[in-house]
């Protein structure tokens, strides 16, 4: 039984899909006026991965995600930059796109934009305002947070409390236009050079919390199963689009509400003021995405996670020794040629069937990505014992491809591509082969190529043909040189195998 953390009721609750075998979900999307930050993108990974796990676990999973394509920030961009907002919007909207595949996010099953949707939402206004739960002034509609006794439900606010708070914005008659101080903006009138629609009050556009409450009811309807954001946007945009929700429509809005931790960087809030503010495709000019999805994924996504140098380098540690395990086992496939198997089929069954099951106990747990993780490191170490220094026959090949796919499976539930992040490994580490090993191979081995993998190749090859003239000098010289320059070369009885330190 999958358990989630559910922030409306502070409690793990058993999850009840709504539909039978279907999901729907929603996720708040960015507000396209600048790139997305690394904090925003981990909230991205972490529904990914809820989204990828259920998917795996039998699910078809409906998920929208929308684009806030027009809004105060945008507007504010565009007047800075002297553009139109359409344009501001576009471009940031087509970064965020890109962005999201650079780490392995999935595209939403459906990805409204808030323009598109403009009548459906003037639409949950007349209804909100025919119910008394909405009023106009001047253009304005405002949302009556009185009107509704389940208002602060979500976030646990007391009314009364909030309102204390604003006591004194109220004395300066800041808060003059609202019926009450905590009343928020449903619709706002336009101002003149901003982008407006016509509607029953008046040229104007739609209040951000509204945007999602009309759009998860065209795409999913209520109440739908999870709904998901930072934890930054439980008050007041969840609070808000959940209030508009029940108000107009009398139905529940989301069974389940679960929400990102936030993101520090070495273990400070990121803000502009601080200096210390990371855009995601800043990071990734330097930082491999997989190293960066996994370092993510260490982080259980309810907790706070710290994004630093140092947590960096550790994940890419970590990362490098699933890397190794599925490039030895695979190194020990392609050169299976013994007679006699080795492997016992049953005690490969109960390794792969021990870990899915951990993996199955650790992500039903609440999504506990970094529990999973523990479970694919306790396989890596038995698959490694298992497989060292065995030659395999071509049967044995296959069983330790089977331990090798599940392995691979598993990273790919957690939005991890094992063969990508292989294939971006070699083509790194091929530009960084030094030069000299070429001249070493020119030098011992003939080698007249350019390609440094050739190079290791010929080196491995002349010293395999000076052992078998028992010329133990050349071929002593051959592993010490190319030790000195950072290659291990080991024997093992499918015959030398290189690897860099
Ligand atoms: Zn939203």
């Not at 040629?337 to 016992?344: F, I, T």
Request: hydrophobic letters at 40%; a negative charge; one cysteine or more.
């Amino acid at each position: 039984m999958i358990k989630i953390y559910d922030s409306e009721s502070r409690a793990k609750r058993d999850f009840e899909a709504s539909e039978f075998g279907r999901i729907k979900m929603y996720v708040c999307g960015p507000t396209v006026y600048n790139y997305v930050h690394i904090g925003n993108a981990r909230t991205f990974i972490s529904f990914d991965v809820v989204r990828r796990y259920l998917q795996w676990r039998g699910f078809e999973v409906i998920y929208v995600s929308n684009i806030t394509d027009v809004d105060d920030k945008i507007i504010a961009r565009a007047h800075e930059e002297g553009r139109m907002a359409s344009e501001v919007a576009a471009e940031y909207t087509e970064a965020f796109i890109e962005d999201m595949r650079a780490i392995n996010v999935l595209d939403p099953t459906i990805r409204p934009k808030a323009t598109q949707e403009i009548p459906e939402m003037i639409q949950l206004v007349v209804a909100l305002i025919d119910k008394g739960y909405a009023y106009e002034v001047d253009g304005d509609v405002y949302f009556s947070v009185r009107a509704l006794p389940a208002y602060g439900g979500l976030s646990g606010r007391n009314l009364d409390d909030m309102e204390a708070g604003h006591r004194e914005l109220r004395t300066e008659g800041i808060a003059d236009r609202k019926r009450d101080a905590q009343d928020f903006a449903v619709w706002k009138a336009a101002k003149p050079g901003e982008p407006s629609w016509e509607s029953p009050w008046g040229q104007g556009r739609p209040g951000w919390h509204l945007e999602c409450t009309a759009m998860s009811k065209k795409y999913l309807g209520y109440p739908f199963d999870i709904h998901g954001g930072g934890c930054d946007l439980i008050f007041p945009h969840h609070e808000n689009e959940r209030a508009q929700a029940m108000a107009a429509t009398g139905s529940d809005f989301a069974n389940y509400w679960m929400h990102a931790g936030m993101l520090q960087v070495n273990s400070e809030k990121m803000s502009k003021s601080l200096g210390n503010f990371k855009l995601l495709r800043d990071v990734l000019k330097t930082v491999d995405p997989w190293n960066l999805r996994f370092l993510m994924l260490q982080t259980h996504y309810r907790s706070s996670l710290d994004f630093s140098e140092e947590r960096l380098e550790e994940a890419a540690v970590a990362f490098a020794r699933i890397k190794t395990t599925v490039r030895n086992a695979q190194w020990s496939c392609e050169n299976a040629s013994a007679d006699r198997s080795v492997l016992d089929e049953g005690h490969v069954e109960d390794l792969m069937r021990g870990f899915r099951f951990n993996f199955l106990a650790a992500m039903d747990d609440d999504f506990n990505t970094s529990k999973a993780l523990s479970a694919v490191f306790d396989y890596c170490s038995d698959v490694n014992s298992l497989l060292d220094g065995c030659a395999l026959s071509s049967l044995d090949a296959v069983a330790a491809e089977r331990l090798i796919g599940i392995l691979k499976e598993i990273m790919g539930v957690l939005g991890i591509d094992m063969d990508r992040a292989l294939e971006s490994d070699a083509a790194g580490s091929a530009e960084e082969y030094p030069v000299e090993l070429i001249e070493l191979a020119r030098e011992i081995a003939g080698f007249e190529g350019h390609d440094g993998a050739d190079a290791a190749d010929a080196l491995i090859a002349a010293r395999a043909a000076a052992r078998a003239e028992r010329n133990w000098a050349v071929a002593d010289a051959v592993r010490d040189r190319m030790s000195s320059l950072g290659f291990t070369i080991e024997d093992t009885p499918q015959g030398a195998r290189v690897s860099r330190a």
